[in-house]
Nanobody
């Protein structure tokens, strides 16, 4: 079992920044990919960014150049730095820890979700 605790969501104005954190505990040795997905009202879930065990990163086209995923191995924590936020980034962001990724991936372990609202 792996437990994920997310933090860092909130309300921010367009153009602002937020940093999400996802702290993992438990059987993390079994995890090869960690990342963030989001679901906006009325829209399908979207992969935002993932980072692999080897440190490779993958981003959705919609966030490239604005969001950065990183990790602190010693703290078993993954971060999502979100800059230049837009209203269309408004969604519930979920952390995932598993062995794959993608728009059809629902495996692994999921955090409870943190709300990000971008509005003036």
């Amino acid at each position: 079992q792996v437990q994920l605790v997310e933090s860092g969501g909130g309300l921010v104005q367009p153009g602002g920044s937020l940093r999400l954190s996802c702290a993992a505990s438990g059987s993390i040795f079994s995890i090869n990919v960690m990342g963030w997905y989001r679901r906006a009202p009325g829209k399908e879930r979207e992969l935002v960014a993932v980072i692999t065990r080897s440190g490779g990163t993958i981003y959705a086209d919609s966030v490239k150049g604005r969001f950065t995923i990183s990790r602190d191995i010693a703290k078993n924590t993954v971060y999502l730095q979100m800059n230049s936020l837009k209203p269309e980034d408004t969604a519930v962001y979920h952390c995932n820890a598993g062995n794959s990724y993608g728009s059809t991936y629902y495996g692994g372990y999921w955090g409870q979700g943190t709300q990000v609202t971008v509005s003036s």
